[in-house]
């Protein structure tokens, strides 16, 4: 009998812990196999692969960088012979879709990983002239363009008008499966937690600044590593918070993390979509973040699930007014359960990649 599947390949950078490489793997997997047969292409190392992908199909071309990888993506194009292939993260996007001019009849898919103009600004990066072309070159050729938030579609609109009828808005999903008991560990101080890459981008100075003048007894965690580890360090130690900060590098427990804190405080001046302040509110732990260009303010709703903010002050106050008046943590799963759920944003990826075979 003949496949009547929609062959998908989903093609990404490694399998490193990130977001994007979590997001895309999770999607690949949970596809429903009887309309689609999901593979994965990962550029990098078997050995670096930080996600469990043993049900599904899975080729490594062990290199390097992406560069290194162009002419291995393009034998397995020819190989493999999918019918859509969807990259996330823009320069493996750019190279492969410029490869889709030998494959007219395949369809590229991008997600969209930034916004690019924060990221600009953090990350220095500044294109040469080909990289330039080559990265609007990509634009033209994708048939369909995945962004994780509104603000992040807007931008890009704004910067490619042409990509507006392209672009469809997808929401990253809750990717684990949590316990619906609430079991609270409990703690005469009140904890607070922060989960991300330790880099100016993501505001932990200013969210130190707030809790040096808060005037309570309280424990905060930071789970993460980065280029400006120092630097944080350097704060806490200039505002005399040591003996209130507990540093994790990495774990695998982030869960049990979240779970035993009163608070989830995100102090990002920008994010694609903010996985693990979705994370927090999965397990009941409330959220405080400041209102932040992407996906954060269609996560938080002010009041039910946390509050969002826009200095110091109004950060201490929030702290304050969660201390004395806690949310209800059922109230807090509740308003992401359905919204982010599984299969929700499986369905609505489902339905792009349907469309695009049928148009």
């Not at 880099?199 to 007894?217: Q, V």
């Not at 993460?224 to 200039?238: T, Y």
Request: hydrophobic share 40%.
């Amino acid at each position: 009998m003949m496949d009547k599947t929609i062959k998908i390949l989903f093609i990404l950078p490694s399998l490193k812990a990130g977001g994007a490489e979590r997001v895309v793997s999770f999607i690949a997997q949970n596809l429903d196999k009887s309309k689609f047969t999901p593979i994965l292409l990962i550029v990098g190392f078997e050995k670096d692969a930080a996600f469990s992908v043993e049900h599904i199909e899975t080729h490594f071309l062990n290199k390097n960088r992406v560069l290194d990888g162009i002419t291995g993506i393009f034998s397995k194009l020819k190989q493999l012979k999918p019918q859509i292939v969807m990259t996330s993260i823009a320069h493996l996007t750019a190279v492969t879709a410029v490869q889709s001019l030998f494959f007219r009849k395949i369809k590229f898919v991008a997600r969209e990983a930034n916004i690019k103009k924060i990221t600009k600004q953090y990350h220095n990066t500044n294109l040469l002239p080909f990289g330039k072309t080559l990265n609007s070159l990509s634009y033209k050729l994708l048939d369909a363009i995945i962004c994780q938030s509104k603000d992040m579609a807007d931008e890009l609109i704004e910067l490619r008008p042409k990509t507006a009828k392209k672009i469809t808005i997808i929401n990253n999903p809750i990717t684990k499966e949590y316990s619906s008991e609430i079991e609270i560990q409990y703690n005469s101080k009140t904890q607070y937690i922060t989960v991300g890459r330790l880099h100016n981008e993501k505001g932990h100075c200013r969210i130190l600044e707030a809790l040096s003048s808060l005037d309570l007894a309280f424990n905060y965690t930071i789970i993460g590593s980065g280029p400006h580890e120092q630097l944080i360090k350097n704060k806490v130690n200039e505002l005399g918070l040591n003996d209130k900060v507990t540093w994790i590098d990495f774990t695998n427990d982030v869960e049990r993390y979240l779970k035993n804190s009163n608070v989830f405080i995100q102090g990002s001046y920008a994010e694609g979509f903010p996985n693990a302040l979705l994370e927090s509110c999965a397990v009941g732990t409330p959220v405080v973040a400041y209102n932040c260009l992407g996906g954060t303010s269609e996560i938080v709703t002010h009041g039910v699930n946390g509050f969002l903010v826009d200095s110091e002050i109004e950060l201490k106050e929030a702290l304050i007014k969660l201390h004395s008046v806690p949310l209800e943590r059922k109230q807090v799963i509740a308003s992401v359960a359905k919204k982010f759920s599984k299969t929700r944003i499986i369905e609505q990826y489902q339905d792009v990649f349907t469309n695009l075979m049928n148009h």
